[in-house]
């Protein structure tokens, strides 16, 4: 993970010259492409800009077989991958007999694609040396199976844990949803590592790993129409089928836009959704942020990361090179789809060379593509043996011509507690900011310096590792929203999971995984879902940077507060402080860092004012916090020690989060109260509150406005 | 043609309400967006906005072969295409064993892509019934030539005219350039056409028709970098080769690309550009022109045609959905490359769909594609097999890897004349206001309603009259070109030809075309290619709309003359004027309309003046022109009846044209000394010159001015 160091402002500074956009340095057009921003956020702001809170309607039975419907089998029968000997002589004879293909350009490396020169040796060792029996027995060695959903036969392998003696662990199901060019293949070395109890975790997972409609062994659609949205419907439909009404979601790439797209439409059925490839693609409001980052990228990115995205005509270069595909594939994917269909070699070269390009876009110089560095040829060739064995190419490609639909569904918020893990050379990337604007409940990013798109393959341990990380987040985040619901209602999404069941789809026949041993798993596995909610109330213990709010004592809601004097905090020595004894004052609460370009000012000038004013009744209260930029690192000591030597005579108390899952509940209360421009997180250090004497949040203020600008607000609440 | 209505201003505000963007309807949004351009525009204008003037600097000697550089034979060799009984063999096998291919979707017709219960048909076609050795005979009816330019092999047909007695005709050279996914094979019916002498013109052409290089018979690249302005090099160097140093060049597709960078770069050697895909690709004033478009239709595009390219949303859909080939070739085309040279269905599939989605775009709701409604199977597999046999797919391709080149090549103005042909379907539409960004002497568009994309397959007949027609003004372009030039000085073409001659690239061996009795072609070209300027002394009778400048008396050169008083005019009743009378007075020069919107009030504030105003000494001199919306489309004697019952009592002159090649010499000079806010030329009816004293135009007002917003620019005028 990325390291942490302090930042001054100085070098802050220098990153925003650094990633922000060399052209807009120059002062008179810096300043008017930001008039130009204003003027469009300030017109745009009332349609344009704006989230959906409308869920789209969808249809649950929509039907995808072909017509006249007839009735199909919604029974769970086993299922076997097979490669059979017609379709494997078949494909060794067009290997043997592929053309001749045009020389690549001199020096040309991958940068115009697939090189030619590198290609026979992939050919020959499909040809001759991948062992199609081994491989098929290595592809079955989970358990798979197949029923009917929507008109459609949906394949899914379903792998449960081996819980030995069983003990305290809890079995959470978790859905895996593989991506393009990819299928089911991408988890098998990622699925032992989450099925297999870990010391430290009181869980464990269950995992079903569908295939997509179209790809592999779930059967192609027949009608028009089939995107993110509808494969969200079907796979809901099939967990259903198996006997979920809660759990855990993971995917990345297309996976990733279909769990979140379960996450939008199926909130109650999402418990926690998980990506490697977290991303807003279409909001109008994430091209705004993205655009503001150009001229100050440290305003919208960690500058420890921010060379991921900015300079950003560099990064949209590479998204332009590498995004031909999409756009030929959601516009003509029957066109190109016949010759991959006809030509093994041509569809090994159209999926293998994502497989270099997207893992390091450094590898496109290389006349191998480095393909082989980070994958073996056996496992690369697993996945394209799915794609050729099932012709299934032409309907997989059909997706993106639906992708339209993300321009509506990436602009309508969730608030599924959703985790990101950002590998280094994933050739998409977005920052938190962004990605809160979907992801209302967005709790964390891992940073990873290493790895790129297609991890479950690349890296399964480090995947894995985070999975377990989020889940465990996730667990303590419905424990602690439980906390703050009333008890004597009963809870939102039972009722809705009661509603729900009210319109049995296709549950005609009961359904029953009979094979190897599956029976009874939808009570059970409804059983296990409903745990990790109880389970959860042991405290984690996890390696993550303590942020002491879990220490809290139980917290009135910030939902249903009204008051700041409703809170209790803890001060720098660790006492509990009620804010009750604030009453009658007049408040400014600041979150405070010790190393920030604005810590200087601001102390100076925030004592200035506490000696002015705490006459008049103004109390200021501070709250350290490392959020931003990491620049308040220090123990309870050592910050007090800092602030001794600022000659501080305010309140301090102990350090907070002020964003995110951990974020205090006071803080969460103060951005409710006091929304902010671009979004209601806290932006950066020294965000100031003012409360009245009634304990109520009137006024919000940035680091950019120093703390003697406040007078004019302070006195009018002092009169008052 | 199209059909000429007149329009009143209620009918062009009907226009512009249709062709416009909705959103942008809404008053208060509408001016915001106007405000935002016109930021924009001041803002940019300095750097971003403005044309290059500078022709890039290219290596007439640049290498494309292996290294090391060996000799390559520069001597002018004849070719036979062949059709190898392996290839056929191995192909007849391919198309054979073909995978079964994804059905498509339900009532898909070819709107994923090539349908795939279509094929088929295509296919066994190919396989069974498409005569190889009759097809390789056909293909070989013109005289096929090779020679090595630039270390690369480059194909040529070259098609002279039967002249029989020969009489007094003049053959001229035409450089026909094929597109992508077309080849030479695109010219056969249109060569004909072009080689047979027509009883209404003085001249016939002679075609050299060449293969790009990486396309069929040309030899691809091995070094990178080859895009349109490489092979505009070739090209030159190919003609010099043959012996040409002045021709005419015509293309589509990417062959107007080709065509216009050797017009950009070769300006003299360049007589004439003639094209069916007139465009300007990437000029960021295009961008802002075509923006300005989608508030005011009918100030970019002339309202007949509109449709075309309004709503802009529209228009974009369909290029979006149309590129996505672009975009894979030109990231990635080695990728696609390997399919495609593995599969003739593949490839047939990749070709063909772009014969039906480029020919009319509602092809795509059938089945078929509607492909053969325009087509033959037979010559369109004849173009595919150009592709199939030299395996040229992926070096094709590769050429629009270089396209960003335009970034730059599409900004650089040229003065070569260009006449473009603009067809109903095609899937590119650019209006004459944006093509004159680039091409200064942009000197007709010729309207089609049918034909799309392929118009040289699709609707030679139509092609050729309007190669013709255009040849025909090209001539007089030069001629009056010629004219105006002093006769003392030489010519700068023939300057610079000097000086190109001294740099020989591979003229070490002289290139003679030894076979078919072609020996002597050069000296016999050159000859040929100078006669046009001479022999086009002839007034020519074409159909076209009468403006009647053709029958001016001799004219000063408008881009010499100082003073308005230069210049001969001929009053409405046809006597000649000279404007010298004019002498002391000040003038209003205004373009009239009868029908036009602002009619009645320009002609109720310009007697209003002028009944004011002469004693004072100003002159109102009012040119009727027909070459905005058809709104003066009267006879001299209609004009005047009209006039009459207006009460006019200035000055009324004939019918003249104000912008193109056929503007009056009066108006071009006014135009020049008084340059407009989009471009020099006049924009609509009833545009205001103010010319003082001395006969020099000191003020310009579009129609939005009334005459009576003029009198404090007359005032000062009369005073001094």
């Known amino acids: 993970m990325s390291s942490k160091?302090?930042?001054?402002?100085?070098?802050?500074?220098?990153?925003?010259?650094?990633?922000?956009?060399?052209?807009?340095?120059?002062?008179?057009?810096?300043?008017?492409?930001?008039?130009?921003?204003?003027?469009?956020?300030?017109?745009?702001?009332?349609?344009?800009?704006?989230?959906?809170?409308?869920?789209?309607?969808?249809?649950?039975?929509?039907?995808?077989?072909?017509?006249?419907?007839?009735?199909?089998?919604?029974?769970?029968?086993?299922?076997?991958?097979?490669?059979?000997?017609?379709?494997?002589?078949?494909?060794?004879?067009?290997?043997?007999?592929?053309?001749?293909?045009?020389?690549?350009?001199?020096?040309a490396g991958f940068s115009y694609g697939f090189n030619s020169l590198f290609l026979p040796k992939v050919l020959d060792f499909w040809q001759k040396e991948y062992n199609f029996e081994e491989r098929e027995r290595f592809l079955n060695k989970y358990n798979h199976f197949i029923t009917g959903i929507q008109g459609l036969d949906v394949h899914y392998m379903h792998v449960k844990p081996d819980l030995g003696d069983g003990g305290d662990i809890t079995v959470i199901p978790i859905l895996l949803i593989h991506g393009w060019p990819g299928s089911i293949r991408e988890f098998y070395e990622l699925i032992p590592k989450l099925v297999t109890p870990r010391p430290n975790h009181k869980f464990v997972f269950e995992v079903i790993a569908p295939s997509i409609p179209g790809f592999g062994y779930s059967q192609a659609p027949t009608q028009q129409g089939m995107g993110p949205q509808e494969v969200a419907v079907v796979f809901y439909n099939l967990m259903k089928r198996i006997g979920y009404s809660k759990y855990y979601v993971q995917g990345g790439n297309y996976g990733a836009k279909i769990g979140s797209a379960m996450a939008t439409l199926f909130p109650d059925a999402v418990l926690g959704f998980h990506t490697n490839t977290p991303s807003v693609m279409w909001s109008p409001m994430a091209v705004f942020y993205t655009l503001i980052g150009t001229i100050w990228p440290s305003f919208i990115v960690e500058p420890s990361i921010a060379d991921r995205m900015y300079p950003l005509s560099q990064y949209l270069t590479t998204i332009i090179q590498e995004t031909g595909h999409f756009h030929i594939q959601a516009t003509k994917p029957d066109t190109v789809g016949i010759a991959l269909s006809d030509s093994p070699a041509g569809l090994a070269a159209y999926i293998l060379e994502k497989f270099s390009a997207w893992t390091d876009k450094e590898n496109k110089q290389a006349i191998d593509g480095a393909l082989l560095q980070k994958f073996?040829?056996?496992?690369?060739?697993?996945?394209?043996?799915?794609?050729?064995?099932?012709?299934?190419?032409?309907?997989?490609?059909?997706?993106?011509?639906?992708?339209?639909?993300?321009?509506?569904?990436?602009?309508?918020?969730?608030?599924?507690?959703?985790?990101?893990?950002?590998?280094?050379?994933?050739?998409?990337?977005?920052?938190?900011s962004i990605l809160r604007l979907k992801y209302r409940n967005y709790l964390h990013s891992s940073i990873v310096e290493d790895g790129g798109h297609f991890a479950a393959m690349e890296l399964p341990d480090v995947l894995a590792d985070d999975i377990f990380d989020a889940v465990d987040t996730f667990i303590k985040f419905h424990e602690e929203k439980k906390k703050n619901e009333p008890k004597s209602e009963p809870t939102q999404s039972n009722a809705q999971q009661t509603e729900s069941a009210?319109?049995?789809?296709?549950?005609?026949?009961?359904?029953?995984?009979?094979?190897?041993?599956?029976?009874?798993?939808?009570?059970?596995?409804?059983?296990?879902?409903?745990?990790?909610?109880?389970?959860?109330?042991?405290?984690?213990?996890?390696?993550?940077?303590?942020?002491?709010?879990?220490?809290?004592?139980?917290?009135?809601?910030?939902?249903?507060?009204?008051?700041?004097?409703?809170?209790?905090?803890?001060?720098?020595?660790?006492?509990?402080?009620?804010?009750?004894?604030?009453?009658?004052?007049?408040?400014?609460?600041?979150?405070?860092?010790?190393?920030?370009?604005?810590?200087?000012?601001?102390?100076?000038?925030?004592?200035?004012?506490?000696?002015?004013?705490?006459?008049?009744?103004?109390?200021?209260?501070?709250?350290?916090?490392?959020?931003?930029?990491?620049?308040?690192?220090?123990?309870?000591?050592?910050?007090?020690?800092?602030?001794?030597?600022?000659?501080?005579?305010?309140?301090?108390?102990?350090?907070?989060?002020?964003?995110?899952?951990?974020?205090?509940?006071?803080?969460?209360?103060?951005?409710?109260?006091?929304?902010?421009?671009?979004?209601?997180f806290v932006k950066w250090n020294f965000s100031k509150f003012i409360v009245d004497k009634n304990g109520v949040p009137v006024e919000r203020f940035g680091p950019n406005t120093d703390p003697l600008e406040l007078v004019p607000y302070l006195e009018k609440l002092f009169d008052q």
Not at 36 to 46: M, P, V
Not at 54 to 79: A, C, H, N
Not at 642 to 663: C, R
Request: hydrophobic content about 30%.
């Open 376 to 432: 073996s040829l056996t496992h690369l060739l697993d996945n394209v043996m799915i794609y050729w064995t099932t012709n299934s190419i032409t309907s997989s490609m059909r997706h993106y011509t639906e992708y339209k639909q993300l321009l509506d569904l990436d602009r309508i918020p969730t608030d599924v507690p959703t985790w990101g893990i950002k590998f280094k050379h994933n050739l998409f990337f977005q920052p938190d």
């Open 502 to 680: 009210k319109k049995p789809t296709e549950s005609a026949k009961k359904p029953t995984e009979s094979a190897k041993g599956q029976t009874e798993s939808a009570k059970k596995q409804t059983d296990s879902a409903k745990k990790p909610t109880e389970s959860a109330k042991e405290p984690k213990e996890s390696a993550k940077e303590p942020t002491e709010s879990a220490k809290q004592p139980t917290q009135v809601d910030y939902m249903k507060a009204k008051s700041v004097h409703e809170f209790t905090v803890k001060d720098i020595h660790g006492n509990e402080v009620k804010l009750d004894r604030y009453k009658g004052q007049v408040l400014i609460i600041v979150n405070v860092a010790s190393q920030c370009g604005y810590t200087d000012g601001h102390y100076k000038q925030l004592n200035e004012l506490y000696e002015k004013y705490s006459t008049k009744g103004l109390r200021i209260l501070a709250f350290p916090c490392n959020q931003f930029g990491y620049q308040e690192p220090g123990t309870p000591q050592e910050i007090l020690q800092f602030t001794k030597a600022k000659q501080v005579k305010f309140d301090l108390f102990e350090k907070v989060a002020v964003n995110g899952a951990d974020a205090h509940p006071l803080w969460n209360f103060l951005k409710r109260m006091q929304g902010g421009t671009l979004g209601d």
């Open 5 to 107: 160091k302090p930042l001054t402002k100085a070098q802050k500074l220098q990153y925003d010259k650094k990633y922000s956009e060399k052209k807009s340095l120059y002062i008179p057009k810096k300043y008017f492409v930001i008039a130009i921003i204003i003027l469009l956020a300030a017109s745009y702001k009332l349609y344009f800009f704006k989230s959906e809170d409308v869920t789209p309607k969808v249809d649950l039975e929509q039907w995808w077989g072909s017509y006249p419907m007839s009735e199909i089998d919604t029974s769970i029968r086993p299922f076997t991958i097979e490669f059979s000997d017609i379709k494997v002589n078949d494909l060794k004879e067009r290997l043997l007999h592929r053309a001749p293909f045009a020389p690549p350009l001199d020096s």
